[in-house]
């Protein structure tokens, strides 16, 4: 497909845990640089977690120790394991690609799907 097709949003209680999922588009090479975004209402778009083609990581601070991010180049996906829910995850995630981790932002140069909706409930 064109675009990143991503899954496994929903609504959950505080505490809670949801794993997303993303079948990138038939651009990917395993050499790219997977990540994931999120964006609240009336926030900017929030780097969540990213994974390089070789395996290092990285994530925000809110989300460390909570989040993993992981790959399978095989399948071309990520996935993102989320445990430990707060209502501050709410948000449309969107799973990313790019040549290089510093340009999973720059729409030149990334592949962007249209994003799976999770909401955590106090």
């Known amino acids: 497909q064109e675009h990143h097709v991503e899954s496994g949003g929903g609504s959950v209680q505080a505490g809670g845990s949801l794993r997303l999922s993303c079948e990138a588009s038939?651009?990917?090479?395993?050499?790219?640089?997977m990540g994931w975004f999120r964006q609240s209402p009336g926030k900017d778009r929030e780097e969540v977690a990213y994974i390089d083609s070789d395996g290092p990581t990285k994530y925000a601070d809110s989300v460390k120790g909570r989040f993993t991010i992981s790959r399978d180049n095989a399948k071309h996906a990520v996935y993102l394991e989320m445990n430990s829910l707060k209502p501050e995850d709410t948000g449309m995630y969107y799973c990313t690609t790019a040549g290089d981790c510093g340009w999973l932002l720059m729409p030149q140069y990334s592949r962007w799907g249209h994003g799976t909706q999770v909401t955590v409930s106090s």
């Open positions: 038939k651009y990917f090479v395993s050499t790219h640089c």
